[in-house]
């Protein structure tokens, strides 16, 4: 029996919501910390924050800055770069899209990466 075709998708209906970097980076810095067998305390005081605080930021409820971010990455082993590059992984995986790749323009700018704009 073939299938039939839903109703096509209402052009007025909202765009599914994108996640929030603060929850990818969060998922990300938990997964690593587990992968690692590590205790949130042990992180925490490698970092030098606070076990709430990175409590929280794992869990996507604070908006933490690069120098938390970074000092939490770099007690899990990873540069802040290594933590976006995830982030970003997971990003493309929870909206199925692929990931767009570019080439350096041939202005041979010395500026190779991501760049985070508000």
């Keep these: 029996m073939p299938l039939r ?5 209402d052009p007025a209906a909202p765009a599914p ?10 998922d990300v810095l938990r997964s ?26 794992e869990r996507g409820r604070k908006e933490a800055s690069s120098e938390v971010l970074a000092a939490a990455a770099r007690a ?11 982030a970003h992984g997971e990003l493309v ?9 570019t080439t350096r323009a041939a202005s041979g700018s010395a500026h190779d990466g991501l760049c985070l704009a508000a």
């Design 76 to 86: 899990l082993g990873l540069g802040l770069g290594d933590l976006l590059t995830r």
């Design 93 to 101: 995986r929870a909206t199925g899209r692929r990931a767009v790749t």
């Design 5 to 9: 075709p839903g109703p096509p998708p």
């Design 32 to 57: 690593e910390r587990l992968a690692q067998e590590r205790t949130l305390k042990d992180v925490a005081d490698a970092a030098r924050i606070s076990m709430p605080y990175l409590s929280e930021v």
């Design 17 to 26: 919501r994108e996640p929030l970097l603060r929850d990818l980076v969060g």
